[in-house]
């Protein structure tokens, strides 16, 4: 077992400290949203308190604020490995960010061109394309394999073609936790001249994402998932956001990623974001020691190996401890062998109970979890799952601990007698 300081990390998180019904809440809700360390609590009452003012001005408030929000698209940078803090679009969240981007690739559309779409994904990688066939695009869908709800490179390769204008993606199912070969999709999408779109929302909290190695032409995720403030991320090739002409007021700026920046953004959070990406680096300080003088990618890519190393062995126990327990029946890659194909995001139902009625149970014992589709509808519909009202869901994230997984055990236990 490696060591991990999860006790040393939780304490920067003054939510985790919670009590509820007689004992501290067990937070299994991540792929919902997590909770923050102080730090971007205090950037962000640090911002309102001493910089607070719109972008552009000649005073110091709105100096420091273009400064603020510099740093946030640089840390954003640094925690995709984009190769410049331009390539950085911020906006309300992902599901805003990927409607305003499909409509500007809408006007581009031509009757015929082909779009294609994933069984696996959250509606919010599905929706925003669906919209283009009102322009005459034809949508193909990859099909989720639903043995283990995993998605073939095969199967996504024989609907491509020269038609095809757009292929998307999730990163990670944020139901079942199923991470696609997406580069290995990519690179096929690229064969034909398709552009990609990567939905990393449920990725970039579990694993080290670099848009340079998987070449995607945009991708987008949301810092609420990652220890940070509700903001939205979209990263785009430089070449890829001046494809297209989004809607904007004629006096903001015509450059990227400005003109992708809709109206005054959150600037309290942009400094809210930089202090997560700061917690995500300084992970691999606790662990190892300060090395405040490496750069921050390069801090990033321990906290992630660190990060990864950890969730792989709660996955482990998850698998088995679940695995034990009679009448549940655990959707996704269960087998133990390929934690590296998923991150610890797991989708189970309870016989003789409603996926509503187990999360209730849970709650009611200071458990938090989800049950229903988390919009994640295709892959319910696939699962035959959608009209039983989907599946508990219970997200890990590196904050939680073996003996959360043995609480959550006990309380399934309960439930069955
Ligand atoms: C995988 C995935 N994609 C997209 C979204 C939508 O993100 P947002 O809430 O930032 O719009 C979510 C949110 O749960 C998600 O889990």
């Not at 390539?87 to 015929?112: D, K, W, Y």
């Not at 700026?253 to 202090?275: D, F, R």
């Not at 797991?346 to 016989?351: G, L």
Request: aromatic share 8%; proline share 4%.
């Amino acid at each position: 077992m490696i060591p991990f300081p999860v006790i040393k990390l939780r304490s920067q998180f003054p939510a985790l400290g919670r009590t509820l019904h007689g004992r501290e809440v067990v937070f299994f809700d991540g792929p919902g949203g997590t909770q923050v360390p102080k730090r971007v609590i205090d950037a962000v009452t640090d911002y309102y308190i001493h910089h607070n003012a719109n972008i552009g001005g000649t005073f110091t408030n709105s100096h420091e604020t273009d400064e603020i929000v510099q740093t946030a698209r640089q840390s954003m940078a640094a925690l995709l490995n984009a190769p410049e803090a331009e390539c950085i679009v911020f906006g309300q969240n992902m599901t805003t960010l990927t409607f305003h981007l499909s409509a500007a690739i809408a006007e581009t559309i031509r009757p015929g061109d082909e779009v294609i779409v994933t069984d696996l994904d959250h509606d919010a990688n599905v929706a925003p394309w669906l919209s283009l066939a009102a322009r005459g695009a034809v949508i193909r869908t990859v099909p989720v394999n639903t043995v283990d709800c995993t998605l073939d490179v095969e199967r996504l390769t024989s609907l491509l073609s020269e038609r095809t204008r757009l292929v998307a993606i999730t990163a990670a199912s944020n139901a079942v936790g199923t991470m696609p070969d997406i580069k290995a999709m990519i690179a096929a999408s690229h064969t034909v001249g398709a552009l990609t779109f990567i939905d990393a929302v449920q990725y970039v909290p579990h694993c080290l994402t670099d848009v340079q190695a998987l070449d995607c032409d945009f991708l987008a995720c949301s810092a609420y998932k990652f220890f940070g403030p509700h903001q939205g991320v979209l990263y785009g090739k430089r070449n890829a956001l001046q494809m297209f002409q989004p809607r904007k007021v004629r006096p903001a700026k015509n450059i990227v990623p400005y003109s992708w920046e809709t109206g005054t953004q959150c600037h309290e959070l942009m400094a809210g974001v930089t202090a997560a990406v700061d917690y995500l680096a300084s992970i691999s300080d606790d662990a190892k020691g300060p090395r405040t003088e490496a750069d921050l990618r390069c801090r990033l890519v321990t906290s992630f190996h660190d990060i990864r190393e950890w969730e792989q062995q709660l996955s482990a126990k998850v698998l088995v401890t679940l695995g034990r327990i009679d009448g549940l029946q655990l959707y996704g890659i269960t087998n133990s062998n390929q934690l590296h194909l998923r991150v610890p995001t797991f989708a189970f139902t309870v016989r003789g109970f409603t996926p509503r009625e187990v999360a209730g149970h849970l709650a009611a014992r200071s458990v938090y979890c989800w049950s229903g589709n988390y919009y994640a509808v295709r892959l319910m519909e696939a699962l035959g799952l959608e009209e039983a009202g989907g599946a508990v869901r219970i997200g890990l994230e590196h904050l939680n601990t073996f003996e959360e997984i043995d609480y959550l055990a006990e309380c399934l236990t309960d439930l069955m007698h």
